[in-house]
């Protein structure tokens, strides 16, 4: 337990917080409007305020006419500052841009797109993930100006905590222009989800052996010393073109050592299965990242391949909707 759970101002923010925005609803866009458009002074702002009320006590007292245009001046360009600052952030639309999938441990990146449909600029506005109370770092802003009539796209980050299918973190918007002594604000709850893969295991084994197809009267087959599934191999002179691996031509030299070929002869009596229970003996998500890393190998590879989880069976294919399926069954599982 640390500090910051045990500070009753920080508790009480958070529980005031989640209450907050379980009342606001959820929207891949938004319009912002006098309703959810909010403006407070800031610590600039709240110093000019009483320099103010010090300079109209002196005026007063020493009869200053000077001091008196000075007072007005200032106070009038702040009220202008404050109507200004509200007025940047009042009217803009902001759209979510729908989020693709990422792996865990990495920063998730989604877009947002804020539309300005007036005459003239919109300065210094800013987008993160709201602040936590008692977090670690503070909000990281994204800021950006947005031209008369036209668009500007902003990119927000966060750190998802795990694998499985996460619904996007409440962000905020605002600004401070043109004087710095006002802070407009405004929360958005969007209502998109992330899916998030499991990370892969950085130094995977090699793959497991294919599996006799059913009906073949041949052995399980074995594991090559390079560590790939053995409907690979060499290349040979004579081999079709057409059974080339060109994701791995660029290892080879000009007599073609080094190219790989598939063994369609192989390929026809075993088929490879990545399974739940051969990923060792580990814990749950350590196995999942070890699939997910043989899955990824065995996509590179361009090899045929099936996905064995608990309760979930997909049958060997390939391609980028089979990875994009699998991939999808190890984040759910």
């Known amino acids: 337990m640390n500090a910051a759970s045990l500070n009753p101002f920080i508790f009480v923010r958070a529980r005031f917080q989640l209450w907050w ?9 938004v319009l912002l409007t006098q309703r959810n458009v909010y403006i407070l002074p800031t610590r600039p702002g709240l110093m000019l305020a009483l320099t103010l009320m010090v300079l109209l006590v002196a005026s007063i007292n020493y009869q200053l006419n000077l001091g008196y245009l000075l007072t007005f001046l200032l106070a009038g360009s702040a009220i202008t500052g404050m109507h200004v600052c509200h007025g940047t952030l009042r009217g803009l639309a902001m759209n979510l841009i729908a989020p693709s999938a990422q792996f865990a441990g990495a920063p998730a990146i989604f877009d947002v797109k804020l539309t300005n449909t007036r005459r003239s600029a919109r300065h210094g506005i800013g987008l993160s993930v709201l602040d936590t109370p008692g977090a670690q770092g503070g909000p990281h802003w994204a800021w950006t100006d947005v031209p008369a009539q036209g668009s500007a796209t902003v990119q927000v980050a966060f750190m998802p905590a795990r694998r499985g299918m996460h619904r996007l973190p409440t962000l905020t918007a605002e600004t401070r222009f043109p004087l710095g002594t006002f802070r407009v604000w405004t929360i958005w709850r969007p209502a998109a989800q992330l899916l998030v893969y499991p990370a892969p295991e950085p130094e995977p084994p090699p793959l497991p052996p294919g599996e006799p197809r059913a009906g073949a009267a041949s052995a399980a087959a074995r594991v090559q010393s390079s560590g790939e599934f053995d409907s690979i191999r060499s290349y040979r002179r004579g081999d079709p073109l057409k059974l080339v691996m060109w994701k791995k031509a660029a290892k080879a030299d000009e007599q073609g050592n080094g190219l790989v070929v598939r063994d369609a002869q192989q ?32 996509d590179k590879l361009g090899l045929s391949y099936g996905l064995r989880l608990p309760g979930v069976q997909i049958k060997p294919s390939s391609g980028e909707a089979h990875k994009r399926l699998c991939l999808e069954a190890l984040a759910l599982c």
Do not use: K
């Open 21 to 29: 925005q379980s009342r606001l609803p959820l929207s891949d866009s």
């Open 267 to 298: 390929a026809q009596r075993h088929e490879l299965w990545l399974d739940f229970v051969q990923a060792g003996s580990l814990d749950t998500e350590a196995r999942l990242s070890r699939l997910c890393a043989w899955l990824l190998q065995a």
